[in-house]
């Protein structure tokens, strides 16, 4: 699996945090969220932490994706 990447945080004021991915805006986060996602970040890799919270992460179904009828 490929490592995450394409994403940054920006902190706004004490409360707020925003993530984006490749600049386009991912999520929002406020208060006691905020607070545990920059406990996370700081305590391990900053994009895969990113790519979890924001649920831009692979999920193993890719390939079986791929090989639809639909897909082809």
Request: cysteine-free; aromatic content about 6%; proline content about 4%.
């Amino acid at each position: 699996m490929a490592r995450p990447s394409g994403f940054r945080y920006q902190r706004h004021g004490d409360d707020s945090v925003t993530l984006t991915h490749h600049g386009r805006p991912a999520g929002t986060l406020r208060g006691g969220r905020a607070e545990t996602f920059l406990t996370e970040v700081g305590a391990g890799d900053a994009q895969l932490v990113m790519a979890r919270w924001t649920g831009a992460y692979k999920r193993g179904n890719e390939r079986t994706a791929r090989d639809h009828p639909r897909n082809r």
